[in-house]
């Protein structure tokens, strides 16, 4: 018990790392569902797809500079172009594998299809393009073994702080963004009733477009906050990030951007706690019974539904 | 609606097709995958009956089809040292799926269209890691090794080893679905899920009990699954954590929304589209779940109401004139078609 105690602040604190790019990777999820109510299944596989571009970055900025990298001007040239590719991918997965059928007023299960269609798609691309093996990178160089602090017996390493700077930095540009700027307010308008919206002069399609690729980009950048923690990706990494963080999008409410934030951090302290006390193989067992009790018992999600759905019975 | 006795005559089309199907399959691999295609159908009715018929949104179909197959593993097999015979385990199986159906249904009856999605989802999720780790520290499941040594079916003391017999077992079970779910349809449970899909408090409001028609339509969805389960165990001889991934539940959901959701023989096609075009596409090796991703896409872009379904009869929400998505207030949250 002792030993389990000693280990337990070490825990607390990737759990809290973890829960931060949960929390990253599931706002992608609520601001689509926010503002389409449509589960974008392939999100996971954007997530991916932004882990393998910030590999290549790392790779190309080695090349360039053999002597050594500098994190502070390293992490932002990985960040930056993950960022902008994955935001453009979910543009486009938008334009053309959704837009269509939310334009003719499809079913729900219709884009859901084809978002399972396109995360099928991005997964065997990336595999036939970059091979099933999988890439390492090269944390150490950024961020050497020496680079940590001590709190309360906790261990910190500078990359968990980084990551959660970097992703605490990410949120709240978001939250300022959508609740300060007009292109946040139109997402809002979007999302709390698109035909009023247009009524009123939003360009609808071009707002649905723009938090497409704001939530793809926060889940790219999530992925080479991923790839810098675990050091290893592989083609099939967003099957079960993209899981566990849309079950923290849902956990805390989704359509609500504080509650995917607040669900990322429980489900990311949660399994840390369940890896701590029980069988690591039952981790994402109790993440899912929790899951499952919270919604039973408060069926919103534990912040509720901010956009969505509230005026339905 | 379209015409019945197109219908009638598509169906006793198909059921021939289906009866010659062996003797028309260049080799016995083909028979096997006809075999597949007749299982999995059998497997997308009861989704459908769930998503199709009563509009509950189910994304974690694939536990009851792996709860089926390892509880005739359990049955039927050195496992346990129980042989119990073939006719005798199946009817426990169907029964005892049926109740996990009310189990697992019964958390979710108070959720609404995607929160019931994600929570059947973690249900999908969990029988799957049970399933993986139940070697320890009693040995259920057999862990990732799974269960092996399944007995094969015996009807009436002939032993079934040919993919062709039980193909013929499995095109006969699908006939039964396909009947059990056609008259359905029409019963009185089958009205009460459609009123429940359309409109849940109008539902209620008309005399539903819908906690009722909701755990029915789990039971009976779990059942079809139990039949499919039992098929699978007898017909691989052994069973595995990994025949009942995720992927799988996405898989049959495909099968019921491509081909149309709550039209019978659309289910049917989506399964051999699901089943056959990853085969077809065999010579492409590599790229077959390349193409596939791709078609699922593009059919869904074309089509995206099935391709076997006819557009206001499902009361599919009519796009506005001027092309914009229509108002979010008439697309009811816990409303799928």
């Known amino acids: ?313 | 609606m379209a015409p019945r006795g197109w219908q009638r005559s598509m169906a006793m089309l198909l059921g021939a097709v289906a009866l010659a199907g062996p003797l028309l399959a260049p080799n016995d691999y083909w028979i096997g995958v006809m075999a597949r295609i007749c299982l999995y159908a059998t497997l997308a009715l009861g989704l459908n009956i769930v998503v199709g018929y009563a509009g509950l949104l189910d994304l974690g179909y694939v536990a009851f089809f792996g709860i089926g197959s390892y509880l005739y593993a359990f049955l039927a097999s050195s496992h346990f040292g129980l042989h119990l015979p073939f006719v005798v385990a199946l009817p426990i199986v169907i029964v005892l799926t049926a109740c996990s159906g009310i189990l697992i249904g019964a958390p979710t009856l108070r959720l609404r269209g995607d929160y019931l999605a994600i929570v059947t989802l973690g249900f999908g999720e969990i029988t799957y890691l049970l399933l993986i780790n139940l070697d320890r520290p009693i040995n259920i499941t057999g862990g990732p090794s799974g269960i092996v040594g399944i007995d094969a079916p015996a009807l009436a003391g002939f032993v079934l080893s040919h993919n062709t017999q039980y193909y013929y077992l499995f095109v006969g079970a699908l006939g039964l679905t396909l009947l059990a779910s056609a008259r359905l349809r029409h019963s009185r449970i089958g009205w009460a899920w459609q009123a429940i899909r359309e409109d849940e408090l109008a539902a209620r409001a008309m005399g539903i009990n819908t906690t009722v028609a909701k755990l029915q339509a789990f039971a009976i969805g779990a059942s079809f699954a139990g039949i499919g389960g039992c098929f699978l165990a007898s017909w691989q001889r052994s069973v595995f954590p990994d025949n009942f991934l995720f992927t799988e539940s996405i898989n049959i959901l495909a099968m019921v929304v491509l081909g149309g959701m709550g039209n019978l023989l659309g289910v049917v096609l989506g399964a051999t589209l699901v089943v056959a075009l990853p085969e077809m596409l065999r010579d492409f090796q590599r790229y077959r779940f390349l193409v596939f991703g791709l078609m699922l896409m593009v059919l869904m872009v074309f089509r995206p109401q099935g391709l076997l379904s006819f557009r206001g009869r499902s009361g599919l929400p009519q796009p506005l004139a001027d092309g914009s998505p229509p108002n979010r207030s008439g697309a009811d949250s816990s409303r799928l078609v």
């Open chain 1, 1 to 313: 018990m002792d030993n389990i105690l000693a280990i337990l602040p070490q825990q607390l604190v990737f759990g809290l790392a973890l829960g931060t790019v949960y929390g990253l990777i599931a706002l992608g999820y609520t601001m689509v569902y926010g503002i389409l109510f449509m589960i974008n299944f392939a999100h996971g596989e954007i997530f991916m797809v932004g882990a393998y571009v910030g590999w290549w970055a790392l790779t190309l900025l080695l090349q360039a500079q053999p002597g050594g990298l500098h994190a502070a001007w390293a992490l932002p040239l990985m960040l930056l172009p993950a960022m902008l590719f994955t935001g453009v991918l979910g543009m486009g997965l938008e334009r053309f594998a959704y837009r269509p059928l939310y334009l003719r007023g499809a079913t729900r299960l219709g884009p859901l299809i084809s978002a399972v269609g396109a995360s099928f798609f991005l997964q065997n691309l990336v595999m036939l393009t970059q091979g099933a093996r999988m890439k390492v990178y090269m944390t150490g160089v950024l961020f050497p073994r020496g680079w940590r602090i001590q709190v309360f017996g906790a261990s910190i390493s500078a990359l968990v702080i980084v990551m959660f700077v970097v992703a605490g930095l990410m949120m709240w540009g978001l939250h300022l963004l959508v609740q300060r700027t007009t292109l946040g307010r139109s997402i809002r308008a979007v999302a709390e009733d698109r035909e009023m919206a247009a009524i009123m002069g939003v360009n609808v399609r071009r707002v649905i477009a723009a938090t497409f690729f704001l939530g793809s980009a926060l889940g790219g950048a999530g992925g080479v906050l991923v790839g810098l923690y675990y050091t290893q990706i592989d083609f099939f990494m967003g099957y079960s990030a993209g899981l566990k963080a849309f079950t923290a999008a849902v956990l805390g409410g989704i359509g609500n951007i504080r509650g995917a934030m607040l669900g990322g951090l429980i489900l990311g302290l949660v399994e840390s706690l369940a890896v701590t006390f029980m069988n690591p193989a039952y981790k994402d067992v109790v993440a899912f019974v929790i899951l499952i009790l919270v919604l039973v018992f408060r069926p919103t999600g534990l912040l509720g539904e901010t956009v969505a759905e509230q005026e339905k019975v």
